[in-house]
């Protein structure tokens, strides 16, 4: 079953540093990759997602993410920060082969800016 | 509008009682789920369905009932609300499998009490 792990349940940074969260999937086969990002109070809102089309996806509000098969890894960076970019991010996972149906979610990273 | 809503936003019920939380879409997506989010879990995923009819389990499924007669909706039932079903339900679709997005609604938060 495909599973992704996210490294790191809070980070903090200072507004305008690199941000970067840690993302690891668990798949013998490259599946389908994405980024979600929850604003307190709301739900889930997609901020990018990996199609196999390109290994380096540019989402919304500058973040990125870069696919590396041979870490099985998709972690998302963001080179400068801001206040606004405080929230949590999940990492998620839906298979290419079967399961391909379920959209499976990590346990999150809460994102901190300090001024 | 169009869009994905829940409801109840919020709902307080007592141990034992059944309680339902519905959830609606109007683009006619294939897909739909149900998650439920806990401080240090994540999202964790009850049930989801691929079409009218066809549902199946996720991670988390014991205790709760979920039916799809509508391709637009897709109430999850509590059929006898226990205290570590407190949580935050977020209901979610997608128009297909594999690498399409999920849209999500704004949340049940349930108390049980």
């Known amino acids: 079953a495909q599973s992704v792990t996210q490294l790191g349940s809070h980070v903090s940074v200072s507004e305008g540093a690199l941000v970067l969260l840690r993302c690891n999937y668990s798949s013998s086969v490259p599946p389908y990759l994405f980024w979600y990002v929850q604003y307190p109070n709301q739900g889930l809102q997609l901020l990018l997602k990996y199609t196999s089309a390109a290994t380096l996806v540019k989402g919304i509000n500058g973040f990125e993410a870069e696919f590396k098969k041979s870490e099985t890894s998709f972690h998302l960076t963001k080179p400068s920060a801001h206040m606004s970019d405080a929230a949590e991010y999940f990492c998620a996972v839906s298979g290419t082969q079967g399961g391909s149906e379920k959209l499976v979610f990590g346990k999150g990273t809460k994102l901190t800016v300090n001024p | 509008d169009a869009g994905i809503t829940q409801s109840p936003r919020y709902k307080i019920t007592e141990t034992g009682r059944q309680v339902t939380l519905m959830c609606h879409q109007t683009?006619?997506?294939?897909?739909m789920f149900w998650y439920r989010q806990d401080l240090g879990h994540g999202l964790r995923l009850i049930y989801y369905?691929?079409?009218?009819?066809?549902?199946d389990k996720g991670e988390v499924p014991d205790g709760y009932v979920v039916s799809r007669s509508k391709t637009e909706n897709f109430p999850l039932t509590l059929e006898s609300a226990t205290r570590s079903q407190t949580s935050v339900y977020f209901c979610a679709s997608r128009y297909d499998r594999g690498n399409t997005e999920a849209f999500f609604g704004q949340g049940t938060r349930l108390t049980v009490v």
């Open positions: 683009w006619s997506h294939s897909y």
């Open positions: 369905s691929a079409a009218a009819d066809i549902t």
